[in-house]
């Protein structure tokens, strides 16, 4: 039975699809590739993003675009993150989960202190057991900051479904023993998110009916 739900942030709780998409396109752009789509960047993104810039550029990044595609995107993002709204259901869906009589928390690889800034920002922090972004910013893989966040909460994986929008967020949960449920709502086209075998939903609330089965 689950207890526990952990969402993510980015492209889950929060709605930044639009302005993490149009950063890529703006790069690509820069770099030559005219034309590309949010379709494009929902069919072609992945981790480590040297390898969707190679999807997209047919060729590798140099290192002054790779180093250029990670410094610049905080000049574009932290100046509007404040004004990003959440994703339409999202109060519906936590206090879906508070009326389920659940607890949840929020596990993002997102700085840590921004992290709890923008979730006090939105209103919305009273809802979590836990809020914990990435304290170290050099460490980038999800399962080791999730089997950290599961620690802390004390609760059996097995007890635990992980509501995210991306195959890390599948592949994490899945290496943990936890269940997840991923939302077409961020960077991945949902038919990507179908092929890992997850269940997916459309939107936060099809999420939660699902997490709570």
Not at 31 to 50: E, I, K, N
Not at 59 to 72: G, I, K, N, P, W
Not at 136 to 162: N, Q, T
Not at 192 to 203: E, K, M
Request: include cysteine; aromatic fraction near 8%; proline fraction near 3%.
């Amino acid at each position: 039975m689950i207890k526990h739900i952990v969402w993510d942030w980015n492209g889950t709780l929060l709605d930044d699809f639009e302005i993490t998409a149009q950063y890529g396109i703006d790069f690509f752009a820069k770099a030559g590739l005219s034309g590309v789509t949010f379709d494009d960047v929902r069919q072609h993104h992945t981790r480590p993003f040297a390898d969707y810039l190679k999807a997209l550029l047919g060729r590798d990044a140099t290192e002054s675009e790779l180093s250029d595609f990670h410094s610049s995107f905080g000049e574009v993002y932290e100046p509007a993150m404040y004004d990003l709204p959440l994703a339409p259901d999202a109060l519906h869906a936590l206090e879906t989960i508070n009326g389920a009589g659940k607890s949840q928390s929020i596990l993002s690889m997102a700085p840590h202190e921004e992290l709890v800034s923008l979730v006090r920002h939105n209103g919305i922090y009273e809802h979590f057991a836990r809020v914990d972004g990435a304290r170290d910013l050099k460490k980038h893989f999800k399962i080791d900051a999730l089997r950290a966040h599961f620690d802390e909460l004390g609760v059996e994986p097995a007890s635990i479904c992980v509501i995210g929008d991306s195959l890390d967020d599948f592949d994490a949960a899945k290496g943990l023993g936890a269940s997840a449920v991923l939302v077409s709502t961020g960077m991945y086209a949902h038919h990507r998110l179908v092929a890992s075998g997850a269940p997916v939903a459309t939107n936060l609330t099809g999420a939660v009916a699902e997490a709570l089965k």
